[in-house]
């Protein structure tokens, strides 16, 4: 039987049912989106960071990172940007120094690894040691270094971050004004042993005569060669004597003036070194050797200009001592030297019948030195 249309339900105009159903289609939607963000947040905000996740944030830059920052990578190219420093056996100041490198020497970074100072190669000839990484700058062959990266607070962060303080750490700087060719000027006393002791005995002069020296000295033309020009001085009084047949000696009573001026050019080697701490030493041995000329004088108040000796002598000496530094431009000196005067006497006069024949002997002297 067919209902009639009075018992069916009354149903809505087709428009208001497609309104309604777009109405509770927004607000499902709208309530799913809400739930879901709701979830995320909560999971964010409660869960804390695991602990690969920490050990990820505060993990050391990597190596592309350390590059950006500025370190220079292992094998990289470096100059020595101070005047000078040491290459060192072990980090620190207190590592044997095993060379010195100027300003503008390459090297090469081998390890970074002991902080502050790093382990390179260079020096000629190449040597490995440990230099202070204040001392070294970049070359034409690394990359210009970068400002390391500012670091932004996480939105999630409620405390600053906390910036050490830098660390003034000093370079390993070489002394400076030691490296090339120096100037001594130096002066001294001592006393004259000649080798003619019979012959300065026959005349009156029985001791050993005051000798004063002075000179100036160029040191370090290659490394502890050194070169000197100096001229002594030797007088001594006697007297004029005869000596008979038999060698019987007869004092004449005439004062005679016995003067030797040596004039010298010498080549040497002085032994320089550091301490531990590259600080010049302040005992510094030296020796040499050389040739100049020797002016011989005798005069007396009475003899006339012809019967006057003055003459002049080849001369060979070789010499041996040490400079004792007490300040930084002033020392003392010690000197011994060996001076031969071949074939000067013996041909006439007293040498004649003594048989000596050279005015060479010794010299001890005892001075100052001034200069660096």
């Known amino acids: 039987m067919t209902p009639a249309m009075s018992d069916l339900p009354a149903l809505p105009p087709p428009s208001s049912l497609l309104l309604l159903v777009r109405l509770r289609l927004v607000v499902c939607v709208g309530l799913v989106a809400m739930a879901a963000s709701g979830g995320v947040a909560g999971a964010q905000g409660d869960t804390p960071p695991t602990a690969a996740q920490g050990a990820a944030q505060g993990a050391a830059p990597t190596t592309s990172q350390r590059e950006t920052q500025g370190d220079p990578p292992q094998g990289d190219a470096l100059v020595v940007t101070a005047e000078a420093t040491f290459l060192r056996d072990t980090p620190g100041t207190r590592g044997r120094v095993l060379g010195r490198l100027e300003q503008g020497a390459a090297v090469d970074v081998l390890d970074r690894s002991a902080g502050d100072w790093w382990r390179v190669r260079g020096g000629s000839p190449p040597r490995e040691g440990y230099v202070h990484r204040l001392v070294l700058g970049p070359s034409s062959r690394t990359r210009p270094r970068l400002p390391p990266p500012v670091a932004l607070p996480r939105p999630d962060d409620t405390a600053p971050p906390v910036v050490e303080p830098a660390v003034d750490v000093p370079a390993d700087r070489a002394p400076r004004g030691t490296t090339g060719p120096g100037l001594l000027l130096f002066a001294g006393a001592g006393v004259f042993v000649p080798l003619a002791r019979e012959s300065f005995d026959a005349v009156g002069i029985t001791g050993n005569p005051v000798a004063f020296s002075g000179g100036l000295e160029v040191t370090r033309i290659i490394r ?86 003055d003459e002049r002598f080849a001369s060979y000496h070789l010499l041996g001592g040490a400079d004792v530094a007490i300040s930084r431009w002033v020392g003392v000196r010690f000197e011994y030297r060996f001076r031969a005067v071949p074939d000067a006497i013996g041909s006439g006069g007293v040498s004649a019948v003594t048989g000596d024949s050279s005015l060479g002997g010794s010299t001890v002297t005892v001075g100052v030195v001034l200069g660096r």
């Open 224 to 309: 502890g060669l050194f070169a000197r020009a100096s001229v002594d001085w030797i007088s001594e009084t006697g007297e004029r004597v005869f000596i008979g047949d038999a060698g019987e000696r007869f004092g004449l009573g005439i004062p005679l003036d016995v003067t030797m001026t040596p004039i010298d050019v010498t080549a040497g080697w002085r032994f320089e070194y550091r301490d531990r701490r590259g600080r010049p030493g302040r005992l510094v041995p030296f020796v040499g050797g050389g040739a100049g000329i020797l002016r011989y004088r005798e005069t007396d108040p009475f003899a006339d200009e012809a019967d006057e000796v």
